[in-house]
């Protein structure tokens, strides 16, 4: 079959297929850079609780989120450098993926909390499968920390929490190896390596 035998439409149908092809890397690029600038599911719906219960105003300063892919990527090039702290090591080997959002609260808005918000927050995430497992409020800062509902505090693998303060909210939900944290936690507080949450 030579090109004279190729019906004249059939060519036509040729270029959607080379069009996608071509731009296919860059909506894939496209879609991981969205991803990165946005908050996870979980991290999403706790920065809305808290802004709903805080009654305020707040603008992003920082908002990311890291997956096991950008984080393995992370451990292979520091494995090369050799100043980097043990701490560091550690940390970066025990985080699997993580969602972090930074919030200014809006100028003129006031700096104290309105009641005890908690309660509110507690209730939504309760019903999203989360339980809270650190509660601290007062009149200057709130801090919230949950577990999935039915995981075992021993040998946590997921976590969200809440810092509120004066002027600023910051929200983070991350994966970790509960082994690889509590080798930190130990080494922090100078006890044994083998010991685990």
Not at 52 to 73: D, F, I, M, R, S
């Amino acid at each position: 079959m030579n090109a004279s035998d190729i019906p004249p439409n059939a060519k036509h149908r040729v270029w959607p297929w080379l069009a996608g092809l071509f731009l296919l890397p860059w909506v894939a690029v496209a879609f991981l850079v969205l991803q990165t600038v946005q908050l996870d599911r979980d991290a999403t719906a706790l920065r809305r609780l808290m802004v709903a219960a805080t009654g305020e105003t707040w603008h992003t300063k920082v908002q990311l989120t890291v997956g096991p892919a950008v984080l393995a990527a992370v451990r292979a090039g520091t494995a090369s450098i050799h100043d980097l702290p043990v701490e560091a090591r550690q940390a970066l080997r025990a985080v699997r993926s993580a969602s972090v959002g930074v919030y200014e609260r809006a100028a003129g808005h006031s700096a104290a909390h309105h009641g005890n918000f908690a309660a509110a927050v507690d209730a939504t995430m309760a019903r999203r499968g989360w339980t809270r497992i650190v509660g601290v409020e007062d009149h200057e800062e709130t801090v919230l920390i949950y577990l999935p509902a039915g995981e075992s505090r021993n040998a946590p693998s997921r976590v969200c929490l809440a810092v509120c303060d004066r002027g600023e909210l910051v929200v983070v939900a991350a994966d970790f190896d509960a082994d690889a944290l509590a080798d930190l936690v130990a080494r922090e507080i100078g006890g044994q390596r083998s010991w685990r949450l």
